[in-house]
């Protein structure tokens, strides 16, 4: 059982080294590519994530179902938590995300859901489905709002 997490791990290492080597592409190719290289969208998102406050972001995921692969993975989190409690935490949040229908009828007038945001006092989840069963859960270490602020001053 100790090596399958060892593994994962390591996986876990080696798609934020591929990771960091597509970001370091993308800044080749804003400073002169010719454009035409088909970049990922899912890898520009987490690109422009880290680039407007990379001691924000905390990690990203994709998920399908209840498959999921975690594409970025701070290293001061990952080092905060255990095999077993990474996992955990990114089932529960993958069932979070499923748990948030895109269209709702008694919504209907407001379209389809396009992110829903989880403030918790150390950090913010934001989920963002590309239909019923899949997307993209993103964590952030939680900064001012003054939207939640001024609530749980005033209400809490």
Known sequence: MGDSHEAEH???REVEADLTEDFEDLDDE????????SVNPLQQFIHGLREADDTDVRA?????????E???LRSDVDEQLDDETRAARVKSLVMKALGEPISDPVFEDYGKLNAAIRWYD???VAIYPY???SGVVATFDRVNSPLVNLALEHLD
Not at 30 to 37: L, T
């Open 60 to 68: 990203v995921g994709q998920y399908d179902g209840e498959d999921y």
């Open 30 to 37: 804003a400073d002169g590519g010719d454009g035409n290289e």
């Open 70 to 72: 975690l594409l970025y």
């Open 131 to 133: 239909d019923e069963w």
């Open 10 to 12: 390591e996986t876990l």
């Open 122 to 124: 150390e950090a913010v």
